[in-house]
């Protein structure tokens, strides 16, 4: 078993669509959220999943030694991002390197970095005339949607297209993609796992 923890900063619609898609399923468990804020709207989606939540201050994070001991009390082996706005610090990338993924709301390189998150992303889209918008799953690294691209789906942009409309579009391609591609990553660490321990 693969335990994995959903890092949330804000609603936590995705934090709700992985656990559902991994509920029932004996290889894989969504084990434990974690939050920067504790007004989220994560948690309380995360009591009615039966899934332990916690939040932990901006600072905690920029420091993550207490957050790589709570990932170490869960048995965490996968580290899933969903609408998390936080830079994930040093001790958190050496603790499980590989192992930390992310979903960008455009296709990156493009509409990324620094303060590029929700709806800032897809005004930018829209006010750049992009033909075309998407989702991006990427590994996380030390810079802010920089890690290596695992997977892109795409979306049409309409001439008359709102950000609200690019949005919709690219929750879709969120909800139908971002769980399969982590069930394919964690299967692939199971594996080694597996081939580790037969040696």
Known sequence: MIHISIFASGSGSNAENI???FRGNEDIEVSLII???RDAYVHERARKLGIPSVTFSREEFAVGTEIVKKLHEYNIGFIVLAGFLLKVSQPLLDAYPG???NIHPAL????GGR???GDKVHRSVVDAGEKESGITIHYVNE???EGNIIFQAT???ETDDTPDDVARKVHLLEYAHYPEVIASLVKKIAEENQQFENK
Do not use: E, K, Q, T
């Open 155 to 157: 979306c049409v942009v």
């Open 143 to 145: 810079h802010y949607d």
């Open 108 to 111: 990156l390189p493009a509409h």
């Open 115 to 117: 303060g590029m998150y």
């Open 99 to 101: 192992r930390i993924v």
């Open 19 to 21: 656990a559902d898609y």
């Open 35 to 37: 939050s920067n804020r």
